[in-house]
């Protein structure tokens, strides 16, 4: 199984909702990622989380919080979101945080809107 | 820091033909790597190639291959016999530290 999924496919939230996004994959990675991806532009890295620490947060605002509860699972809490964080979300994950050079595994993304 | 251009945002190319991406790279890094990906219009995004700085051969995997050219911080990617299903958006990534750092992508069209 070599599949990133990730849930739900599309989001349409207001900007007092709270929700998540899910990120499932079951290759044993120890590294899972968060991209967000504009419209039109390359992902930018957003958290990265290494044997479900986090150790990489680029300065994303607290709006986004993340949470890895096991090495198959990463989620993505949001909350009081902007309309300009609308986009595509992805999911990412490689097998060894201290392999340089893994290939990252992508999801399929999660389309946000944020009205 | 890592920067990675693509001077391309769009190419097409007739089906059974060659075309070649360009992508230029900048970084402090003695030892790194480059990768293509490609993001088809369902928009998940897959590996394509990629390139270990300090290994001098260019790597190939069946149609696709690159040039790398270290001491001009140069990496192509060159589709040989191109297919319908190339259509895509191709993004060069440099690699620091595990983390991808991705240039703004060349959309390619494979022309019937």
């Known amino acids: 199984d070599t599949e990133v999924t990730q849930t739900p496919k599309h989001l349409v939230m207001g900007m007092t909702n709270k929700k998540s996004l899910k990120c499932e994959q079951h290759?044993?990675?120890?590294?899972m990622y968060w991209y967000k991806q504009k419209a039109k532009k390359p992902p930018e890295l957003m958290f990265v989380?290494?044997?479900?620490?986090?150790?990489i947060n680029e300065s994303v605002p607290s709006r986004f919080s993340p949470e890895c509860p096991n090495s198959s699972l990463l989620n993505l809490h949001l909350h009081a979101l902007q309309p300009e964080d609308s986009a595509l979300y992805l999911c990412a994950s490689s097998q060894d945080p201290g392999l340089a050079g893994g290939e990252q595994y992508f999801g399929p993304g999660t389309r946000l809107t944020v009205t | 820091a890592q920067t990675v251009t693509q001077s391309q945002p769009e190419m097409s190319v007739q089906e059974a033909e060659t075309v070649t991406l360009s992508c230029t790279y900048d970084?402090?890094?003695?030892?790194?790597?480059l990768f293509w990906y490609k993001q088809p219009p369902s928009r998940q995004m897959i590996l394509v190639i990629r390139q270990e700085a300090y290994k001098q051969q260019n790597a190939t995997e069946n149609r696709f291959s690159v040039n790398f050219q270290k001491a001009a911080k140069s990496f192509s990617l060159k589709i040989s016999d191109s297919q319908l299903g190339d259509t895509a958006m191709y993004f060069c990534?440099?690699?620091?530290?595990?983390?991808?750092?991705f240039g703004t992508g060349t959309r390619l069209t494979v022309i019937p």
């Open positions: 990534a440099a690699q620091r530290a595990n983390n991808l750092f």
């Open positions: 989380y290494s044997y479900e620490k986090l150790s």
């Open positions: 970084t402090s890094e003695n030892n790194y790597y």
């Open positions: 290759m044993g990675h120890r590294a």
